[in-house]
């Protein structure tokens, strides 16, 4: 599938040349492959294909509503965890009764809204929580469909701040306390417990922390549907995605070739062969929610260099028009992102260190560091790639800085499908105390 690639010395997305499309809308702007987020969602749901299971696309990693639109034409489920994100899944088309709702401080107004609504189940993360769902659904006159999530203890993920399921992590119920939790649960009247659920992490890159916390958690399913007539596992998202390409030994990009290979070390079949063996002899529908996996490969940020700039060291900075209130990731956990030239690099090139950095006031704000690359002038276009996912989600008027628009690209069409914030929009909603109450 050939989603980002150079074609004669320009790189496209799908049948679109990504100059042009900064040239009609200007920098900073994010574009999306809807190819290759079908793709990936499509290959994902035929690798599961031998279970019952629902694919609830956790909507934090990218929100917005032509990229939900687009999955909710698949069929897929959403993973929410927000009355904000519920809010926007209804508005794009998306179906209640395949909406979860994760996190670990749901508030009233959020219960009630979510249980108004009917979702599918509130994915609970303490007792308290469990108490809280349970007296709001009374005084609704509902009852709360449930699943508890389950801490397996199993260490995974790329990065401290995205690990989630060990014990040490705010997130879940300790896997020793399930049942005993499970049990309170069925006590309270207003509850309906209707499955059991897990996240270890994200940006998995090996399946053996999926095996274990399967292999963990599938005994207490199996109990859970005997003692109570659960109906979902649900194993979580945290599927990795491939940011490092070969690029800078000289070799070509994953995306050069066209493939979008979701790991270099874990493809989805891999990814099914490690869980559905221990899943499918429970007789349980299993719900997937992946974020990253479906949208990451599928964006780019493209960002003009404004300066060069060489320090009285040497050490070589890229300035570009982009920051850190755009794509924060690699300000927050290190995140890596390849950047390269819109208009295709001579392989002859010779490559040269440097720090790529945006414009925001912060020492954090930087897309690289030392990063081999190859020459940039001012005013050249660059793509900072693999950028779908966690990354216009993420963004912030950090600076006053407008928001960045957001194109989708289908095949030899785009659709602008967020119009880039002006500064009037920065504004909106703000007051100036007036002039006599500040007499007072
Ligand atoms: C963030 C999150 C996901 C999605 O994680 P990815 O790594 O993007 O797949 C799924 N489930 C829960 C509960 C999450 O918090």
């Not at 508890?148 to 060990?166: E, M």
């Not at 290979?261 to 929610?289: C, D, H, M, N």
């Not at 960045?404 to 967020?418: I, Q, W």
Request: charged share 20%; proline share 5%; hydrophobic share 40%.
């Amino acid at each position: 599938m050939h989603s980002f690639h150079y074609h004669k010395g320009q790189l496209r997305c799908e049948g679109v040349d990504l100059s042009a499309l900064a040239a009609e809308h200007g920098t900073p702007l994010y574009v999306y492959s809807a190819q290759t987020i079908q793709d990936h969602f499509r290959r994902l749901d035929a690798a599961l294909a031998g279970l019952d299971h629902l694919i609830c696309y956790a909507v934090k990693a990218n929100s917005t509503l032509a990229v939900l639109d687009l999955l909710g034409r698949e069929r897929a489920g959403f993973d929410i965890v927000s009355a904000g994100e519920l809010y926007r899944v209804l508005h794009a088309g998306g179906r209640p009764e395949c909406c979860t709702f994760a996190g670990v401080g749901k508030t009233r107004e959020e219960i009630e809204y979510a249980l108004r609504k009917e979702v599918l189940s509130f994915n609970v993360e303490s007792e308290a929580e469990l108490e809280m769902i349970n007296a709001v659904a009374g005084e609704s006159g509902r009852r709360a469909p449930v699943a508890l999530r389950i801490n397996p203890d199993v260490a995974a993920g790329g990065h401290k701040y995205i690990s989630t399921g060990k014990s040490e992590n705010k997130f879940g119920i300790g896997i020793d306390r399930a049942l005993e939790v499970y049990a309170a649960a069925s006590k309270m009247p207003h509850l309906r417990l209707r499955g059991v659920q897990m996240h270890i992490g994200s940006q998995i890159t090996e399946a053996g922390p999926f095996a274990r916390a399967v292999a963990k958690v599938a005994p207490v399913a199996a109990e859970l549907k005997r003692e109570y007539g659960i109906e979902f596992f649900s194993v979580g998202g945290g599927l990795g995605i491939v940011y490092k390409s070969s690029l800078e030994s000289g070799q070509e990009a994953w995306w050069q070739h066209g493939d979008n290979t979701p790991s270099p070390s874990l493809t989805v079949e891999e990814y099914a062969a490690a869980i559905v063996p221990a899943l499918k002899p429970l007789g349980l529908r299993i719900l997937l929610e992946p974020g990253r996996f479906l949208v990451g490969n599928a964006g780019v940020l493209l960002s003009t260099v404004q300066y060069l700039k060489t320090t009285a060291s040497g050490k070589k900075f890229v300035i570009v028009d982009a920051g850190m209130n755009d794509l924060i990731r690699p300000a927050l956990y290190e995140g890596y992102h390849e950047i390269v030239p819109v208009r295709e690099p001579s392989p002859t090139d010779r490559r040269e260190a440097a720090d790529v950095v945006g414009p925001v006031c912060e020492s954090g704000d930087f897309f690289a560091q030392a990063r081999e690359l190859p020459p940039l002038r001012q005013g050249e276009l660059i793509a900072l790639m693999s950028a779908g996912a966690y990354g216009f989600a993420m963004a912030s008027n950090y600076n006053s800085r407008p928001l960045a628009a957001e194109v989708m690209v289908s095949g030899k069409t785009a659709h602008v499908v967020r119009e880039r914030q002006t500064l009037r929009d920065l504004i909106r909603g703000e007051h100036r105390v007036e002039e006599a109450a500040v007499a007072h």
